[in-house]
């Protein structure tokens, strides 16, 4: 839930029904490259244990037969799905430095189109999101009714 690998999100085109072009970049920093490896041995220590070893038969993946790193690097990398916490797609950066969105969630280039959840938010804790995304999305709010006069 913290992956440290960051992906991109890019328009392929202008056209408002065109798909976006979606690379996750998984297992891009070395960091989770390590923590992808370490979890396939850990699982493998627990199903190691003798009160585990009644209810198995075998390794089905990535099999006993891949022992070194690289191999479980590939398997992991073949492998990889998301685990639909997907966030930090439109970063609260300067638009230099690569963000998305200012500090009051205004899209940069755009007008009227605000971001107000966890898209903007730089690196998020490991934890569930929902508490981040009433955050941002509270403060999105009091930012548009002080910039618009309603408070």
């Given at each position: 839930m913290a992956a440290l690998s960051r992906g991109s999100v890019k328009l392929q085109s202008n056209l408002p029904l065109s798909d976006p072009v979606i690379d996750p970049n998984y297992l891009a920093d070395e960091a989770?490259?390590?923590?992808?490896?370490q979890g396939v041995k850990y699982?493998?220590?627990?199903f190691a244990h003798p009160e585990m070893q009644q209810w198995l038969i075998g390794e089905a993946a990535p099999g006993a037969n891949i022992t070194n790193d690289e191999d479980i690097l590939d398997f992991a990398?073949?492998?990889?799905i998301p685990?639909?916490?997907?966030?930090?797609?439109?970063?609260?950066?300067?638009?230099e430095k690569g963000g998305v969105v200012d500090s009051h969630l205004r899209v940069y280039g755009t007008k009227g189109l605000r971001?107000?959840?966890v898209s903007a938010?730089?690196?998020l804790p490991d934890m569930n999101l929902v508490g981040s995304?009433?955050?941002?999305?509270e403060n999105g709010a009091r930012i548009i009714r002080e910039e618009y006069g309603d408070e």
């Open positions: 989770d490259q390590r923590m992808a490896i699982a493998r220590q627990i990398r073949s492998t990889m685990n639909w916490h997907a966030a930090s797609t439109c970063r609260m950066l300067p638009r971001v107000c959840d938010i730089g690196r995304v009433f955050a941002v999305a």
